[in-house]
């Protein structure tokens, strides 16, 4: 199960499409959009507004926010009597458990006309674990234009924990920068133009999420991607031993 | 216990199991690098362009020295054509932690080539010490491309070659092809509302593929790549004889462009 979110930043809006079909071609008309938040120390769910054709439901951009999310779900075994507060998110169907990834497609925005389009998806797997992230900031970004991060971080207990963010050089082994984020929220967080380049990295404790890039020119141009992490670039027996062990020396610098 | 075992490896490594995998969906696997052997490198198909005004940029790291240490190795990448003609190759060497490469048509050096695909690989010298390395490398970097001075990102999209780390040997074929061209790929994007779209599809095996694009018949040979254009669909969909054609995407509107991946 996917989970589908959106990001705002200051005049950057996000319109949020979902498939009603899997990229392999199976389609299920009885799933609904729903969304997400926190109320009361509780998940609340409702059925988001959206508008609909044959293919995708189209969320209302009113319902979209930094602090919630939306997901499909089949609406004769999903909110019955007492199910619309929960504790803990569950995980409901596999019609987004595709490969390649389910595509709900985010698209960003601003006021000069500029938009990018991203892979909205937050596997339900990725909610039940804590960890860190680790990111270039090099990659992703264009020096010299508005570069920001997107954090976004979904656990499946209904919380809003403080953790942090560490940009550290790790040629000089210094820590450049630590900011607070938060869990289950699209943290934003504007890099500064002397970070960007080949040995700073980004650093989450505690908590894992997925690190979003945008880059905003002057002139309106919008860019949005996210790195991957390290595992996806190490496939040998050893890999979590050798990431382990990277992260341990960023660790080293942190702690 | 050795009949169970060979059959795990012959429902999990035989060819055919592998399809009837796929096709009776019992753990399905459509890219496939059990194969592989120890110490190599191995890379996503990357597109280039260099049409229209366009200009690419790759940025990359020595995943050997960030990950293992290993200092002053070498990162070759190999530029092929649309229509998987060799172009060039180039190669890096003691480049601290990353690296970038600008490839325009000054690059490329023949205005016959306007986009195509490159693949980058990871070897070692002589010097380096490989005897305690057991290890597989896959380099996913991130490409950006314009046609000003504002780079749209997107990263690899999917593992097609390896060579080994210190010697020639190649191995490919890690997307599977099915026998007929039934599989298909939705597109999960309405695509109504840019002034136009493009569609790149490289070919990620080493066999040719059959493919459509909402019916229109295409042909894509080894290491051959097409960047179709598009107008006004909200619906899109490919159908071909290859379980993995995931495209890049270039969406247009007014006067500001997007890539992602499809």
């Known amino acids: 199960m996917n989970f589908f979110f959106s990001l705002h930043y200051k ?135 508005e570069n920001i991060i997107f954090f976004k971080n979904i656990y499946y207990k209904p ?31 504007v ?61 080293k610098i942190i702690s | 216990m050795r009949l169970i075992k060979l059959l795990v490896n012959l429902f999990f490594k035989n060819n055919f199991f592998k399809h009837l995998r796929i096709i009776f969906n019992v753990k399905p696997v459509y890219i496939d690098t059990s194969f592989l052997g120890k110490n190599v490198s191995v890379s996503d198909s990357f597109l280039w362009r260099c049409d229209n005004g366009y200009k690419t940029i790759f940025k990359f790291t020595d995943l050997l020295n960030f990950f293992y240490k290993i200092k002053n190795s070498k990162i070759t990448i190999i530029f092929y054509s649309f229509n998987g003609e060799l172009i060039k190759q180039v190669s890096f060497q003691d480049i601290s932690l990353s690296g970038h ?36 490398i896959r ?36 997307v599977i092809n099915s026998i007929i061209s039934n599989q298909k790929y939705l597109i999960q994007q309405n695509f109504s509302n840019y002034d136009y779209s493009e569609i790149f599809i490289s070919n990620p095996t080493s066999k040719t593929i059959k493919l459509y694009l909402n019916k229109e018949k295409y042909f894509l040979r080894e290491r051959n790549s097409i960047l179709l254009k598009i107008r006004n669909q909200s619906f899109v969909y490919i159908v071909s004889n290859c379980y993995f054609l995931r495209p890049i995407i270039f969406n247009y509107k007014n006067n500001y462009l997007d890539v992602h991946h499809g």
């Open chain 1, 159 to 189: 919380i809003n924990e403080k953790f942090y963010i560490y940009f550290v050089d790790i040629k000089k082994k210094i820590i450049l920068k630590k900011n607070d984020i938060y869990t289950n929220r699209t943290n934003c967080i």
């Open chain 2, 139 to 174: 380099n996913s970097c991130y490409i950006g491309f314009t046609k000003n001075y504002f780079y749209s990102y997107v990263h690899g999209n999917i593992p097609v070659i390896a060579k080994n780390l210190a010697s020639n040997k190649l191995y490919k074929n890690f």
């Open chain 1, 11 to 145: 005049d950057i809006q996000s319109r949020l499409t979902i498939p009603r079909f899997q990229n392999r071609g199976s389609f299920n008309k009885n799933y609904l959009p729903y969304c997400a938040k926190i109320a009361n120390d509780s998940w609340e769910f409702s059925v988001a507004k959206y508008k609909k054709d044959d293919h995708f439901f189209y969320i209302d951009i009113s319902e979209l926010s930094n602090d919630n999310f939306f997901f499909l779900a089949d609406p004769n075994n999903f909110l019955a009597p007492n199910k619309n507060f929960a504790k803990e998110l569950l995980n409901l169907n596999r019609f987004t458990d595709t490969d390649p990834a389910f595509r709900a497609n985010i698209e960003i925005f601003n006021s000069k006309g500029g938009f990018s389009s991203y892979q909205s998806d937050y596997p339900y797997e990725m909610t039940l674990k804590k960890g860190s992230i680790l990111s270039g900031l090099s990659f992703l970004t264009n020096k010299g234009s």
């Open chain 2, 101 to 136: 490469l600008v490839i325009d048509q000054d690059f490329i050096d023949n205005k016959k080539f306007s986009y195509g695909t490159f693949y980058i690989f990871h070897s070692l010298n002589s010097d380096n010490e490989i005897k305690e390395i057991d290890l597989i």
């Open chain 1, 191 to 251: 890099i500064d133009d002397n970070y960007i380049n080949e040995n700073v990295y980004l650093f989450s404790t505690i908590y894992i999420g997925i690190p979003i890039f945008l880059s905003q020119s002057a002139d309106g141009d919008l860019s949005m991607e996210h790195t991957h992490p390290p595992h996806l670039y190490v496939l040998g027996k050893k890999r979590y031993e050798v990431i382990s062990k990277l992260k341990n020396e960023i660790n």
